[in-house]
């Protein structure tokens, strides 16, 4: 199956710094990829939407300015957590999905789990 | 935006007996989709029910799929300790302007113990 890979794994930072996540399809072109993000116990809440090349579309109750998601190539997004704290660490998943007709598949990282102190 | 409730939330079930999760939605779909995730890891993809179908088999697992109460049911047969993990469903939610995306239910943590 397609293969989705995030970079890093695991994340800690300081409060009030700035982390970039990214995400990669490896053996697809993703023109859609999807963000997620996972509370300890609870289930994932998808963040945002972002085409290739378009602006991300952002879910109700997300701060666009705080979550800069970048999707510039095909084969690669960015979640960038801006002035990150301590209520932002959560596990972030993204998802790709390629582009062909009837390609309802969505292919999942591994994920990034960010602690901020 | 969550597309629905699993139940129930935890089931704990001794190796060797069948475990039953089900899942309500909210919308019309186009398929469902069945997820574990094992405690602090990745979600592994177990099965997709189109919504033309009724029921569908792999392995030790069987989906079904009613989508006149939008509902779908994940049973495991025979179950493992290694079965212990969340589950997950998750929908195609056609989204604002953005298309469609996996939307996720709440999910059923299942512990089994040997």
């Known amino acids: 199956g397609a293969v989705v890979s995030q970079h890093p794994s695991r994340v800690i930072c300081k409060s009030g710094t700035s982390v970039k996540i990214e995400c990669r399809s490896l053996?697809?072109?993703?023109?859609?990829m999807f963000w997620y993000r996972q509370f300890p116990k609870q289930s994932l809440m998808l963040m945002a939407t972002?085409?290739?090349?378009?602006?991300?579309?952002?879910e109700q109750g997300v701060e666009k300015d705080k979550f800069l998601i970048n999707h510039a190539s095909l084969t690669l997004s960015t979640l960038t957590v801006t002035s990150a704290h301590p209520e932002d660490s959560s596990f972030y998943i993204c998802?790709?999905?390629?582009?062909?007709?009837?390609?309802?598949?969505?292919?999942f990282g591994p994920g990034t789990r960010l602690t901020v102190l | 935006s969550q597309q629905g409730e699993e139940d129930p939330q935890a089931l704990s079930i001794q190796e060797g007996e069948n475990a039953t999760m089900n899942c309500s939605y909210k919308?019309?779909?186009?398929?469902l989709q069945w997820y574990r995730q094992n405690s602090g890891r990745g979600l592994v993809h177990l099965i997709l029910?189109?919504?033309?179908?009724r029921e569908k088999h792999s392995g030790r697992l069987r989906v079904t799929l009613d989508t006149s109460k939008k509902s779908s049911s994940l049973l495991i047969t025979a179950s493992r300790a290694a079965d212990t993990a969340s589950y997950f469903c998750?929908?195609?939610?056609?989204?604002?302007?953005?298309?469609?995306?996996?939307?996720f239910g709440k999910g059923t943590t299942l512990s089994v113990s040997s």
């Open positions: 998802s790709a999905r390629s582009g062909l007709p009837a390609a309802d598949t969505q292919y």
């Open positions: 053996d697809f072109q993703a023109t859609t």
């Open positions: 972002s085409n290739e090349g378009s602006k991300a579309t952002y």
């Open positions: 919308t019309s779909i186009n398929n």
């Open positions: 029910i189109r919504s033309n179908e």
């Open positions: 998750a929908t195609d939610a056609r989204l604002h302007q953005a298309g469609t995306a996996l939307i």
